[in-house]
């Protein structure tokens, strides 16, 4: 069994070796907007995002869920204007990528801390495309959650 995996695994390298590169240059992207996030720091966030990328949000409720939305300028501005003595660190725990062509599709499973205190949990879904300036973010969607975090 151990064989079959290694052997697919090598003929899935051979066959696509741009789809390794891509996956790693996605991860790139998504890390770099949550460390600006991290650091305030809009020039790391501003990049990652395609100019007419779409962010919303699942807004839990007794009933089913809702739909919140936010603009990418406000997102970045309010990650800008954070007050310095707040982090707000999004913690990927992994990443699921699917590929084809110019198109991606992102599922991140992660932790929300503030300040190194839990705040949530939940599934960020990212949709990309590459352009001729690399791999872009046109839509976000997540989950919040505050139960069954760990």
């Known amino acids: 069994m151990k064989k079959i ?10 066959i ?14 998504i890390s770099s907007l949550f460390v600006g996030m991290k650091t305030k720091n ?4 501003s990049p990652a995002f395609h100019p007419e990328a779409i962010m919303h949000t699942v807004v839990s409720g007794e ?6 939305s ?3 300028q406000d997102f970045i501005n309010r990650i800008a204007t954070t007050p310095e003595n707040i982090v707000l ?13 110019q198109m991606a599709a992102v599922w991140t499973p992660y932790e929300f801390y503030v300040n190194d205190t839990l705040s949530h949990c939940g599934v960020n879904s990212f949709q990309m495309i590459k352009t ?6 046109t839509y976000i969607i997540d ?3 505050k139960d069954k975090c760990k």
């Open 70 to 72: 936010n603009s990418v």
């Open 42 to 45: 809009p020039e790391l966030v």
């Open 132 to 137: 001729p300036e690399g791999w872009k973010i």
């Open 16 to 29: 696509n070796p741009g789809h390794a590169q891509d996956s790693k240059l996605i991860e790139e992207v």
């Open 89 to 101: 660190d999004e913690r990927i725990l992994e990443y699921d990528i699917k590929i084809d062509g």
């Open 143 to 145: 989950t919040r959650r």
């Open 5 to 14: 995996l290694a052997i697919s695994i090598l003929t899935i390298m051979f």
């Open 63 to 68: 009933s089913g869920g809702t739909l919140g």
